[in-house]
């Protein structure tokens, strides 16, 4: 069954450096997300992406985060300077309109662990 | 603003038991509600999908309802295994065009003890 592929499993990075997190969404899907899950905390939505813009974003993605779709399959989620507050474990997803429209199912990644001290 | 709350926080429940996990939510104009698993340190696994219209759906041994009107949801384990042991999410698409974003409870974690 295709999978939503997530490098590296784990970071660990400076504070004020920056890092970028990729993913490769599945391989006919065309919506993309980033949620990430603070440890203890519940699940949290970041951005959506669809025809090569974001199309929704929460207040948590601010302007030290940014989303790319470099070519064709994948989808990086950049951010500029980290801070302590980062660490958490950030989930790609992605979701097929053809299965549903927003009733498709999201199917996620197994995550980046970032780390930064 | 979308509240999704999920009772227990933690169940224990012997090898071969049925059991059902509770999800609420506090605004009904909902688009779905998704039932998720996740092991640890691990990815989240869709296990059930329904939609607004819908009352409920199952899969093998997962039977997922949905009560929009009053904004619960369970989810029905039947003759669970210790391989059922996870934590399970749940989380729901609000309504309109546009609204992608799901909201996501704080899970059940759930032990199977053999």
């Known amino acids: 069954e295709p999978e939503v592929t997530q490098t590296p499993s784990h970071q660990v990075t400076q504070m004020g450096q920056e890092v970028i997190l990729r993913c490769v969404p599945i391989s006919n899907h065309l919506y993309f997300y980033w949620y990430r899950q603070i440890l203890g905390q519940k699940v949290e939505f970041l951005v959506s992406?669809?025809?090569?813009?974001?199309?929704?974003k929460s207040e948590i993605f601010d302007d030290q985060f940014s989303v790319e779709r470099p070519d064709g399959s994948n989808f990086t989620l950049k951010i500029r300077s980290t801070k302590l507050e980062d660490s958490a474990m950030y989930f790609c997803?992605?979701?097929?309109?053809?299965?549903?429209?927003?009733?498709?199912?999201?199917?996620f990644g197994n995550g980046t662990r970032l780390t930064v001290t | 603003k979308q509240e999704v709350t999920q009772i227990p926080a933690a169940l224990s429940v012997p090898e071969g038991e049925n059991l059902v996990l509770n999800c609420s939510f506090t605004?009904?104009?909902?688009?779905?509600l998704q039932w998720f698993r996740q092991d640890p340190g691990k990815g989240l696994t869709s296990l059930l999908l329904?939609?607004?219209?819908?009352r409920e759906q199952t899969s093998g041994r997962l039977n997922a309802s949905l009560d929009k009107s009053s904004g619960r949801s369970t989810l029905y384990i039947a003759a669970s295994q210790p391989g059922d042991s996870a934590t399970y999410l749940c989380?729901?698409?609000?309504?309109?065009?546009?609204?992608?974003?799901?909201?996501f409870g704080t899970g059940t974690r759930l032990t199977i003890i053999p």
């Open positions: 329904i939609q607004s219209s819908q």
């Open positions: 992406f669809y025809n090569n813009e974001i199309s929704e």
């Open positions: 989380a729901v698409r609000p309504g309109g065009f546009g609204n992608e974003k799901l909201t």
């Open positions: 997803a992605s979701s097929d309109p053809g299965q549903g429209g927003y009733n498709s199912p999201l199917h």
């Open positions: 605004d009904s104009a909902i688009y779905n």
